[in-house]
T-cell receptor, first 110, second 115 residues
């Protein structure tokens, strides 16, 4: 059974700092990996999707990497802003299921 | 304005009562999903439907039921058999196919509370 873990559970940084969120998964036979953003009491917004054959994807200040063999992904956020404050969820597709991690709650302080 | 709508935003359930959560999409997506999110946890799949008049159980289907009579609508009923229904419920849709293969688009969620 696929398990997804995200570290740290919570992170607080000053504005302007570069930061890395981590995601690990137990079964490397994945189809893709996605990073989502969730604002308090809201639904999820897809940020980046990395296919299993890809190593990374970039969108603006966000860069996600995937190392399938080691079961790891990172989400790099450059020059963080207070508007980046949210919970970031990692999810992997394997065996016709989308399995989510518990999320990292990010706070960017002005 | 395309998207997914969920109603109500908050729902209160009394002991022994069945309640139904609404999910509607106008994205012309074939596949729709229901997830449950508990505090500090990731999302868990309750049910999903890849086509009208067909649906499959997810990982935590016990105590829930669904129907898919129209492409646009995928209501979720939380039955009295679900003993711990307090959670945040999220509906999602995708173009079609296997869950997770295409990007899923999420609604704003319904928070269910037990009185």
């Amino acid at each position: 059974k696929q398990e997804v873990t995200q570290i740290p559970a919570a992170l607080s940084v000053p504005e302007g700092e570069n930061l890395v969120l981590n995601c690990s998964f137990t079964d490397s036979a994945i189809y893709n990996l996605q990073w989502f953003r969730q604002d308090p009491g809201k639904g999820l917004t897809s940020l980046l999707l990395i296919q299993s054959s890809q190593r990374e994807q970039t969108s603006g200040r966000l860069n996600a990497s995937l190392d399938k063999s080691s079961g790891r992904s990172t989400l790099y956020i450059a020059a963080s802003q207070p508007g980046d404050s949210a919970t970031y969820l990692c999810a992997v597709t394997s065996g016709s299921r989308l399995t989510f991690g518990e999320g990292t709650q990010l706070t960017v302080n002005p | 304005d395309g998207g997914i709508t969920q109603s109500p935003k908050y729902l209160f359930r009394k002991e022994g009562q069945n309640v139904t959560l609404s999910c509607e999409q106008n994205l012309n997506h074939d596949a729709m999903y229901w997830y449950r999110q508990d505090p500090g946890q990731g999302l868990r799949l309750i049910y999903y439907s890849q086509i009208v008049n067909d649906f499959q159980k997810g990982d935590i289907a016990e105590g829930y039921s669904v129907s898919r009579e129209k492409k646009e609508s995928f209501p979720l009923t939380v039955t009295s058999a679900q003993k711990n229904p307090t959670a945040f419920y999220l509906c999602a849709s995708s173009i079609g196919g296997t869950p997770g293969v295409e990007t899923q688009y999420f609604g704003p969620g319904t928070r269910l509370l037990v009185l």
